[in-house]
C-alpha cells in the first residue's frame, strides 16, 4: 500500500561487501518486497516506488534534478570524461562511470538521504568546492533496484552530487528527507 501511495505522489509530481555489476534497467518482475529489498537500515520503499515508477526522468551529467521531483535516471560519462567541481572522495576504477547533478536547495534544512540504483561513491557538497561528511549509509546485495543509500544533514542551499565508480552509463538517484 505504502509503495502504491509513493507512486501515485511520484506520477503526481510531488517531491518529498560487493556484488555482481548491474544495468540500470529494472528488471522484469523485480519484487519490491523481497527480503534483500527490505533488508536496509532504514525504509526504502518509497525509493522503490520512484525507481520502479514509469517516466521516471532522465537527467544528463550536469543537469538539474526538476524541481518537485525526488528521482531520476542520471545518464553518467566514462569517469575519464568527468569533471566534477571539486574531486571525488575516493578514486575510481578505471573503466568506470560518473557525473555530477545539481539538485535544487531543500525547503527545510534536516537529515536528507541520497540513494542509488547500483553501486557507486557518492560525494555531496552545499558549497560545490567541499565534501560534506554522510552521516549515515546503509548497503545490501541483492537488490534488484536499489543498491545503496547514504544519509547527509544539509542546509537549505542547492546541493552538487558527484557520482563516481559505476559501472554503467546510468543510474537512477533519489535525493528525499530522511523518513
Given at each position: ?136 549509509h546503509t548497503m545490501r546485495p541483492g537488490c534488484a533496484v536499489l543498491a545503496k543509500s547514504v ?29
Open positions: 500500500m505504502r509503495i502504491a501511495a509513493a507512486v501515485l505522489l511520484l506520477a503526481a509530481g510531488t517531491a518529498e561487501a560487493q556484488e555482481p555489476a548491474r544495468s540500470a534497467e529494472v528488471p522484469p518482475g523485480a519484487s519490491a518486497d523481497s527480503a534483500a529489498c527490505t533488508g536496509f537500515d532504514w525504509a526504502l520503499l518509497r525509493e522503490q516506488a520512484w525507481f520502479a515508477a514509469p517516466g521516471l526522468p532522465q537527467v544528463a551529467s550536469g543537469g538539474t534534478l526538476p524541481v518537485g521531483m525526488p528521482g531520476a535516471l542520471l545518464g553518467l560519462k566514462p569517469q575519464a570524461e568527468v569533471v566534477p567541481p571539486f574531486p571525488p572522495s575516493r578514486e575510481a576504477k578505471p573503466g568506470t562511470y560518473g557525473g555530477v547533478l545539481t539538485v535544487p536547495a531543500p525547503v527545510t534544512p534536516g537529515l536528507y538521504q541520497v540513494t542509488l540504483s547500483d553501486r557507486a561513491w557518492i560525494d555531496v557538497s552545499q558549497d560545490g568546492k567541499t565534501p560534506r561528511s554522510p552521516v549515515a544519509r547527509f544533514q544539509l542546509g537549505a542551499v542547492p546541493i552538487t552530487i558527484v557520482v563516481s565508480g559505476a559501472e554503467a552509463d546510468t543510474i537512477r538517484i533519489a535525493v528525499a528527507p530522511a523518513e
